[in-house]
């Protein structure tokens, strides 16, 4: 059966500092991948999207970035984090056959605060 | 993307009771899904509907569609504590994905 593992679950960061989220994926390949972030008592507002390994599209200009080094491996980075970076960070996968009517599986998410 | 929008933004009722959520949604659609959200956690998948049906089942949820409406309904029938959660529809493909603004659900027992 298929996995979703996402790392770490809280994180506090100061204004500045590097950040780096991983999700891997088991039990599947050529999954689509997604970066969301979600604000509190909000709906999700898609960051990253991934079709396979090396190819990001983002959605939202921003001072993050994404990255797929491997199929099943997607990271989410920024250089320097900002204030606004805080939210709720979620990744999620889908089957690549069909994206229309595809569902999506979350991983646990990550809550950044950054300080 | 716009998003979708859910009512009512909360809810509470007594265990044993129906709940029942709406959505609205702003464009053409090929089907919508709904998704659950403990405190703290990630989405789970609970149902999708295709834009032509008019309404699924799955256990204890019914899923309605009315794409003349642009809206859907999530019931979920003799609601259980454990039913305490936020509900979010989601439409659109892949890449615009909307998601709605989620109905908080609290039941109390």
């Known amino acids: 059966s298929q996995t979703i593992h996402q790392w770490p679950a809280t994180l506090v960061q100061p204004v500045g500092s590097p950040l780096s989220l991983e999700c891997t994926v088991e039990g599947t390949s050529n999954p689509n991948l997604y970066w969301y972030r979600q604000a509190a008592g909000r709906g999700l507002q898609l960051l990253f999207y991934?079709?396979?390994?090396?190819?990001i599209s983002s959605e939202v200009p921003q001072n993050l970035s994404a990255s797929r080094p491997q199929d099943r491996q997607f990271i989410l980075s920024s250089k320097k984090l900002l204030l606004s970076d805080s939210g709720f960070y979620l990744c999620a996968w889908s089957q690549m056959v069909s994206v229309v009517g595809s569902k999506l599986f979350f991983g646990s998410g990550t809550q950044l605060s950054v300080l | 993307s716009q998003q979708g929008e859910e009512d009512p933004q909360a809810l509470s009722i007594q265990e044993g009771e129906n709940a029942t959520m709406n959505c609205s949604y702003k464009t053409s659609i090929n089907n919508l899904q709904w998704y659950r959200q403990n405190s703290g956690r990630g989405l789970v998948h609970l149902i999708l509907?295709?834009?032509?049906?008019r309404e699924k089942h799955s256990g204890r949820l019914r899923v309605t569609l009315d794409t003349s409406k642009k809206s859907s309904s999530l019931l979920i029938t003799a609601s259980r504590a454990a039913d305490t959660a936020s509900y979010f529809c989601?439409?659109?493909?892949?890449?615009?994905?909307?998601f709605g603004s989620g109905t908080q659900l609290t039941v109390l027992p």
């Open positions: 509907i295709r834009s032509n049906e």
């Open positions: 989601v439409y659109g493909s892949a890449r615009q994905l909307t």
């Open positions: 991934s079709v396979g390994i090396g190819q």
